[in-house]
């Protein structure tokens, strides 16, 4: 990883931009996923780069129906590992379930590369697609799934989800919970549980809360609230007021 | 280029990403060029993806600028050049004014490929920075330039310009144009001409106006109500109504 000046700015945005560059040359993050990334910054950007109310909110009821799952499967793609290995491999543990590769652009390598990454972080429970279970609906790469993970999943923590694969995932009958920066986005929309804010802060906070006794998380959630709340931030003066 | 459906309701977009996916893949663009892209295309879903009035307006008073200048350079960097190599081509020939590869990430084997790019789309004066020119107040390998291209102009037209390189240009008493879809970037904001607009919708509606007459273009151009109105559209709920 370059250097970035501890002094400056912008240093966390930074060293989050040379976590992918840097997956990107690990064979872990895709091209595509450095530009859906920038695309997320500026959605950061817009929000104020902090973790609101709303996305507090959603985090807690994500730790609630995550411990409560039957079968839960956390589902991660190439930005994901470069970005908080070692928390996906810390929530796998506490939870008790698995990890499960999926990458919206078909690459065998990329996947095995992956989970030695998240291995290496310090998860043990990595499950990889596998083309004899497909999700419905669906014509991407991502619907090829593992029959002991999603395929079987009543729950799914996707952070950083394509639009087309939540609605597929959903209209399965599944629940479907997202980190996603756009609450206009059509996976934001589509999703049981939206967490609106950037995956490097939401991920140590949802592991510290499924640490939390079950009856302590969030009873009452709704999800189109988190949306409008999310939403009403974007628009607001105060949140665009420091430059990129 | 990977194949996208004719249908497909983002084709535009993804034929864009596509361009620099493969200018990576050409040595063109950076890995830090395509997280810039997805940022810009958050700000271009935000305004709508089309060509605003206040763009126009702007896209008028850089052609009268360009035209009117003594010393002007198009300066290009890693994504303008795998965007709209035909149209920067194109401009430098009509203006006859030199294009000047300049990069924020050092490379001499990136800056000889944009070259080259360049060329093979049909551009001729093609300038190269050079150790022994220097922009006084710039820390980034942007500092360097070419003494018989930016070193002694007076106007600059720099698509995707960063905060740093904007603001000492114009430190230095040079004019600035520049193409930037966040209106409230320090570039947007340090700039003499801000069009705020998709360099790939901009450079050939600018490409048409640098042929007028130069008593048909903009007189009274004032940058400042450019920004306003830039941003006042990013703040309409309209403008967000769709999905990406």
């Given at each position: 990883m370059s250097e970035i000046p501890l002094s400056h700015p912008r240093r966390i945005s930074l060293e989050t931009r040379a976590k992918l560059t840097d997956g990107v040359r690990q064979g872990i993050t895709s091209f595509d996923g450095l530009i859906a990334h920038g695309r997320g910054e500026a959605f950061d950007y817009l929000l104020g780069e902090k973790t609101h109310g709303f996305a507090e909110r959603a985090i807690d009821a994500a730790a609630a129906l995550l411990i409560s799952a039957k079968h839960a499967v956390i589902s991660v793609n190439g930005n994901a590992a470069a970005l908080v290995p070692r928390e996906l491999g810390a929530l796998s543990e506490i939870l008790g379930k698995p990890l499960e590769v999926n990458l919206f652009h078909a690459s065998r390598d990329r996947e095995l590369k992956i989970r030695e990454h998240?291995?290496?972080h310090g998860a043990r429970q990595i499950l990889l697609p596998d083309e004899d279970f497909v999700i419905t609906g669906l014509a991407s790469n991502r619907r090829f799934v593992n029959g002991q993970g999603i395929y079987r999943a009543d729950v799914i923590f996707v952070p950083l989800e394509d639009g087309d694969r939540c609605e597929a995932l959903i209209q399965s009958g599944r629940k479907v919970i997202t980190i996603d920066l756009n609450p206009l986005s059509r996976t934001a929309r589509a999703a049981t549980i939206t967490i609106?804010?950037?995956?490097?802060?939401?991920?140590?906070?949802?592991?510290?809360?499924?640490?939390?006794?079950?009856?302590?998380?969030?009873?009452?959630?709704?999800?189109?609230?988190?949306?409008?709340?999310?939403?009403a931030v974007l628009r607001d003066r105060k949140s665009m007021e420091f430059k990129l």
């Open positions: 998240l291995l290496v609106v804010d950037n995956i490097v802060r939401a991920l140590p906070l949802l592991l510290d809360r499924v640490k939390a006794p079950l009856e302590d998380l969030l009873k009452d959630y709704d999800n189109s609230r988190t949306l409008r709340e999310a939403e």
